[in-house]
Each structure stands twice: as C-alpha cells, then as structure tokens.
C-alpha cells in the first residue's frame, strides 16, 4: 500500500498541538485508495456508535496493511 500525505500550514495557525492546513494532498494508490475508503467510512460510523467514549480513531490500528513510514491518519470528532 502507498500513501503519502503532504499539505501547506495555513498562515493563521495558532495551534500548538496540530497545525491547521491551507489544503491536503494525497498520494495513494488503487490498494491505498481501497483501504482509505474503508477506513474514512468506517471511521465515521463508527465513532458515530461509539459516542463520548472515543474521540478520535488511527488507520493504524484499523488496517493490517499500515506498517512503519506510511503516515497515520487520525479522525477526529474535535470532542476532547
């Protein structure tokens, strides 16, 4: 699976944890287009069932595809 993940920092950031994007791009192919897919729907659905319990889910741990040098990607519902 190959995904990369690049973006420009938006110039009004004021956050220090996360940075906020301008725009996001991602380089993937058809494996990792199937697997993002799944997860973005999944995660949605998911954490929707979950409710207060979990605020935010990792493609890590949802994809036994993921491995060290492919980026995380972590849905976040902004609940902390």
């Not at 220090?16 to 994007?21: A, K, Q, T």
């Not at 991602?26 to 897919?37: A, F, K, N, P, Q």
């Not at 069932?49 to 605020?55: A, I, K, N, R």
């Not at 890590?60 to 980026?71: K, L, R, S, V």
């Amino acid at each position: 699976m190959k995904l990369r993940l690049s973006g420009y920092r938006s110039m009004d950031d004021e956050v220090e944890d996360f940075i906020n994007l301008e725009n996001l791009n991602i380089e993937v192919d058809g494996d990792g287009m199937i697997v993002l897919h799944s997860f973005l729907g999944n995660a949605i659905r998911d954490l929707d069932q979950l409710g207060t319990q979990f605020s935010h889910l990792h493609l890590q741990d949802h994809c036994d595809a993921w491995q060290e040098g492919i980026p995380d990607i972590i849905i976040h519902t902004g609940k902390m």
